[in-house]
């Protein structure tokens, strides 16, 4: 089997569970991506939580973390990327996605602020799993486009990512200083530690 086989595969399997979302979890997916331009969706989602929207979070998730993989991976690499580069990324991404979430879970704990921290691991994930399915026709198009457009879709997709960079910071800004009363000066480092620096670092990767 050959590398492109490899990744043929992997985004075989993403494509399959995004028609897992289409067929059987529509209306929850539609949920997910409605909340990233109103609360109201969001709140929906959360109240509706029970079995079908563990899945999804779960299915989307897993599209997520494949994708931004696949996508980082194939910047920094670019044609002479094999298998063993992905998986480190991806491990990379994964141990990242769940430091956050103690982190998010950790802080609401000490703080005494446990719904705050809910509402919080949902907003930051949110996002990211948005943004990673998003991410899958572009991805698709940097390995097998037959048309030599790297560079373009590399800062096409960047484009993208701080977009929703933006709306994730305006949105976690406003529950947490609108909704909460939280301090601005810990949510500003919240928002830099955990949101904008990784950022930084995967595209100061892909561009240097």
Not at 14 to 25: H, P, R, T, V
Not at 41 to 48: D, I, M, R, S, V
Not at 130 to 136: D, E, H, K, S
Request: charged share 10%; with cysteine.
């Amino acid at each position: 089997m050959t590398f492109s086989d490899t990744f043929f595969l992997i985004l075989s399997f993403n494509l399959l569970l995004i028609a897992l979302l289409k067929a059987f979890y529509w209306k929850f997916t539609k949920q997910l991506f409605l909340s990233v331009f109103a609360q109201r969706y969001a709140n929906q989602y959360l109240k509706e939580e029970n079995v079908f929207t563990e899945r999804v979070t779960l299915l989307v998730s897993i599209i997520m973390l494949i994708n931004i993989s696949l996508f980082f991976a194939k910047s920094i690499y670019g044609a002479d990327l094999v298998p063993i580069e992905f998986w480190h990324t991806a491990l990379v991404i994964a141990i990242f996605f769940v430091v956050k979430f103690i982190v998010i879970r950790l802080l609401g704990h000490i703080f005494m602020l446990n719904a705050l921290a809910k509402l919080g691991v949902y907003f930051s994930f949110l996002f990211d799993r948005v943004m990673g399915i998003v991410l899958f026709p572009i991805v698709v198009f940097m390995f097998f486009s037959p048309i030599i457009a790297h560079s373009f879709l590399i800062a096409f997709s960047v484009a993208i990512i701080l977009a929703f960079l933006l709306i994730k910071v305006f949105w976690i800004w406003k529950i947490g200083i609108g909704g909460f009363g939280l301090s601005k000066a810990y949510l500003f480092l919240y928002l830099c530690i955990l949101e904008i620096s990784p950022l930084l670092v995967l595209t100061k990767e892909v561009f240097y």
